[in-house]
């Protein structure tokens, strides 16, 4: 899976749980609420400040490294 900012959060999580921590490192406590579940990286970024595109190289890196 090659995630980008237009990545729903939900297909992440559904993809590889272990990626949660990601999210929660972010401030993003919220990652059983179907609203969250349902936003993008980029979306979700904007929300709580956080880089977007620094995330998604975050994610990549540990999809691919697994």
């Known amino acids: 899976m090659e995630i ?3 990545t729903i959060i939900g297909d992440i999580l559904d993809t590889d ?3 949660a921590p990601f999210f929660l490192e ?3 406590h919220c990652l059983g609420c179907p609203a ?3 936003e ?3 979306q979700a ?3 709580h400040g956080v880089d977007a595109d ?3 190289s975050k994610l990549n ?3 691919q490294g697994k």
């Open 26 to 28: 972010m401030g993003m």
């Open 4 to 6: 980008t900012k237009n």
């Open 45 to 47: 970024c904007m929300v």
């Open 36 to 38: 969250s579940r349902g």
């Open 54 to 56: 620094a995330l998604v």
């Open 61 to 63: 890196a540990h999809i």
């Open 40 to 42: 993008t990286i980029e």
């Open 17 to 19: 749980p272990s990626t």
